[in-house]
């Protein structure tokens, strides 16, 4: 299995992010802090229609240099909070690694704009395999997309587990990434993996819910049942989820 790492990528784009941000930010301060003195210097009569002209004029300039460096402002915390590893897709990929071959790529810490963050994508002849990987012990109960655990009277209630939840979210947002690039969307699947000592019955699940040592018996009854995609098209898929 090819193991494939979106680092450098995500490096560039926290690059770009950073310094698109600190610009905002250096020119919203600069519009605020001239229609400040604009408004101050008495270019026109008081109590003209000049006057009140260029007074509505440095109010737009001050709102619109606060917008600018507030949005600045985010574009800078998104660029230094880019989320670079992901210890338990490695994890998860180490256990892949001992089963797939060379026409499988697995890609970690998927994090763009359009995409969001994603922990991992396996690409392979199979189709598209969304990966979303927790940590979590104890009983559970995988229904639907909720996750419950037992309650003190013996009825499950809610978990605070949202990982089939946010699996879907990621795969629409892969499938919307490959519509966009005239890329085949019929081959996306998904899974949640957790990792750590917890014990899971599932009950028409949405996606698959397993933990990391069932994980291969799992994909082997489902995802790799067929081939569904021809090289051609899984190296395009890779290609564009690197971010090349």
Not at 44 to 68: F, K, Y
Not at 213 to 220: A, H, I, K, P, V
Request: hydrophobic share 45%; net charge positive; proline share 5%.
């Amino acid at each position: 299995m090819k193991n494939v790492s979106t680092k450098r990528a995500i490096t560039r784009q926290a690059y770009q992010f950073t310094v698109f941000g600190f610009g905002g930010v250096a020119l919203g301060i600069f519009l605020f802090v001239l229609a400040t003195f604009l408004g101050r210097v008495p270019i026109a009569v008081p109590g003209s229609s000049s006057a009140a002209t260029i007074r509505t004029a440095t109010d737009i300039m001050q709102l619109i240099g606060a917008i600018v460096a507030v949005v600045g402002s985010v574009a800078v915390l998104r660029g230094v909070t880019f989320r670079r590893s992901n210890p338990l897709a490695e994890k998860t990929g180490a256990v892949l690694a001992k089963a797939l071959d060379d026409e499988y790529t697995y890609i970690t810490s998927i994090n763009t704009f359009r995409l969001g963050y994603i922990d991992a994508v396996l690409v392979g002849p199979p189709g598209v395999l969304v990966f979303r990987i927790v940590e979590r012990n104890g009983t559970l109960l995988h229904e639907g997309e909720k996750w419950l655990k037992p309650g003190p009277d013996g009825s499950w209630l809610p978990a605070g587990l949202r990982a089939s939840r946010e699996c879907i979210i990621d795969m629409r947002a892969v499938k919307n990434h490959l519509v966009r690039n005239n890329l085949p969307t019929d081959a996306i699947f998904g899974v949640s993996v957790l990792i750590g000592d917890a014990r899971i019955t599932e009950k028409a699940p949405v996606i698959p819910g397993v933990t990391l040592d069932g994980l291969l018996e799992r994909l082997w009854n489902g995802y790799m049942a067929k081939p569904r995609l021809d090289p051609a098209l899984a190296a395009a898929i890779v290609t564009l989820l690197k971010g090349e």
